[in-house]
């Protein structure tokens, strides 16, 4: 017995050393080489040049935060509290952004607000540039919002009601109540998603590249420094000064929401608010409504770009992006596409079997240090994509995985960089995270003592996991597998400079193209990846929950 937990013991900090190498140690790898080159950290203009590109960098996020989880939870509100037609088909269009990467949004902005746009050039007889900070704060406006309001919703269902209803029978106001209980009770869910919305944005290199001009952030100079120059100290300097303000505001968030417990053990079948008054439904119904339009707006446009002749000169309908994209060698069009298939299926399947499998053992502690792990693993979310991918350029362009380094020097090489590997490992550690954060949530809701009452009818812990724990854990696993395979689809940042020729993903083309003047040829890739990547979360959705889905439309036709 005492074997068995002695290996069970080495087996986890195995476990704990290899995450923290490939999560942790990335970083810690950065800012080595940032301390440690020949020449200066920064000299003094450079280091100038770092102060402006953080202020811009902080400057767009807070603002994209603010107008993200404003616009997300009175959209959160509004689409699960408020009864009125037409909110099913809301809920649903509130989840767009998902299937799009931040920056193809650019193309349908262009189109609206350019030189050439259909408002700013056709409709106001304007002829000015939608390049500039305006343009990234839209754009990142839009994206964000969904991630901010899929992660605010998730806290509003377990919210009981009666409280509210409690409030207001004994005369507090409708103002009263949604600030001082309403907000108060999912404020937890408000701060975290600020805070994912605020590293999203620190993160994002290619919005500012495509549509900032001459407006740059830290995000958008480190891709320049690393694919321009290829300067890898300067870009690690710059990298720490990005990490700094993500940290800070990683620290922050796990300090105030340790201060206090959210849970709510009452939650009442019924979120819907019984009465509420007419202006504020209506007002909250218009802001919501205006949200999901701007979505809309952002689609339709894609989909007119790519079946148009020239944006801005010629609306003439046309086939010829669609057959250009069509007819394109395999190698240029269609074998990224599988990449990023392939790549976003491992990812998605592993890290969520990780993930959720971690999360728990960490929650039921029957793992080695499991502050550490949670913290080792969480780490990463508080790392920008494009700085994580730096991490592994750093680390893994030595031998027998970085370690060679230092040791094994006379030994034969074991280069990780440059194979196809890396891009699975740095995907299923950057994923690992959005997975423990989905069981967390079920886990609050699921009672220890139905495995305890598994274990005292004499269930091994082999039956137990299969019969019970498993079961349980099912809608974690699927709620992170979609949503890591819709993320892998639809984002460069940590793989951008680990990419080669030969394992080339769909975004990263995209991304290439929407930098040239074909706006329709872009608008078509787009659409096919839009496509592409909703088609597969719907079926993935579907057998999942396909049978109970079915049954449930059964019921309630035999019941009409």
């Known amino acids: 017995m005492k074997i068995k937990a002695f290996s069970k013991k080495v087996i986890d900090i195995f476990l704990i050393v290899l995450l923290f190498y490939f999560c942790t140690m990335p970083i810690i790898g950065v800012i080595l080489n940032g301390i440690s080159g020949e020449g200066p950290i920064a000299t003094p203009t450079r280091w100038q040049v770092n102060m402006t590109l953080l202020q811009n960098s902080l400057r767009v996020s807070l603002i994209v935060t603010i107008i993200a989880v404003v616009f997300a939870t009175t959209a959160t509100i509004t689409l699960n509290r408020i009864k009125f037609r037409g909110r099913n088909i809301l809920k649903v269009m509130m989840l767009l952004p998902l299937v799009n990467p931040a920056f193809v949004g650019s193309i349908s902005f262009i189109m609206l607000f350019g030189r050439r746009g259909l408002i700013t050039y056709r409709l106001l007889g304007l002829n000015t540039s939608p390049y500039g900070i305006q343009g990234i704060i839209v754009l990142q406006s839009l994206a964000f919002t969904t991630l901010a309001y899929l992660i605010i919703s998730s806290g509003i269902r377990n919210i009981d009601t009666t409280i509210e209803d409690a409030a207001r029978n004994l005369g507090a106001s409708e103002t009263s109540v949604f600030f001082r209980i309403t907000l108060s009770t999912i404020w937890p869910e408000i701060i975290t998603a600020a805070l994912l919305v605020f590293l999203a944005s620190m993160a994002d290199f290619t919005t500012p590249l495509i549509i900032g001009g001459s407006f740059r952030t830290l995000a958008s100079d480190l891709y320049l420094q690393i694919t321009g120059l290829y300067n890898l100290q300067s870009a690690s300097v710059t990298g720490i000064i990005l990490f700094i303000p993500c940290f800070i505001a990683f620290i922050l968030h796990r300090y105030v929401i340790s201060k206090k417990r959210y849970t709510d053990a009452s939650a009442s079948s019924t979120i819907e608010y019984q009465e509420i008054a007419k202006p504020i439904k209506y007002v909250a119904i218009f802001i919501s409504s205006i949200t999901v339009i701007f979505f809309l707006v952002n689609v339709t446009f894609i989909i007119v770009g790519a079946f148009t002749v020239s944006w801005g000169f010629d609306y003439t309908f046309t086939l010829t992006h669609l057959r250009t994209a069509v007819d394109q060698d395999f190698n240029k069009l269609l074998r ?35 502050k550490v792990v949670d913290f080792i693993c969480l780490f990463t979310s508080a790392v920008p994509g494009v700085l994580f991918g730096i991490g592994y350029l750093v680390i893994f362009k030595y031998s027998f995985f970085g370690v060679g380094q230092a040791i094994f020097k006379s030994a034969n090489p074991i280069i990780l960089l440059g194979t196809g590997i890396i891009i699975y490992i740095i995907c299923i550690a950057r994923s690992v995270n959005l997975s423990m954060k989905s069981c967390y949530a079920l886990l609050k809701h699921v009672d220890p003592d139905l495995e305890n009452a598994a274990y005292n009818l004499g269930a091994g812990k082999l039956r137990t996991l299969i019969y019970i724990i498993l079961p349980v854990l099912k809608d974690a696993f699927v709620n992170s597998f979609i949503r890591v395979f819709s993320s892998t689809m639809t984002t460069l940042g940590a793989i951008v400079f680990l990419l080669m020729p030969a394992n080339k993903v769909i975004i990263q083309v995209i991304f290439q193209a929407i930098t040239g003047a074909n706006l329709g040829a872009t608008a078509v890739m787009a659409l096919m990846l839009s496509s592409f990547t909703l088609m597969c979360m719907l079926t993935f959705y579907f057998l999942a929950y396909g049978k109970n889905t079915i049954t449930r439309i059964r019921r309630k036709v035999t019941w009409k």
């Open 336 to 370: 990224p596409l599988l990449n990023s298939f392939t790549l976003a299926i491992v990812t998605a399947f592993i890290s969520s079997f990780i993930g959720v499998m971690l999360a728990y053992r960490i929650e039921r502690k029957t793992i080695v240090a499991p």
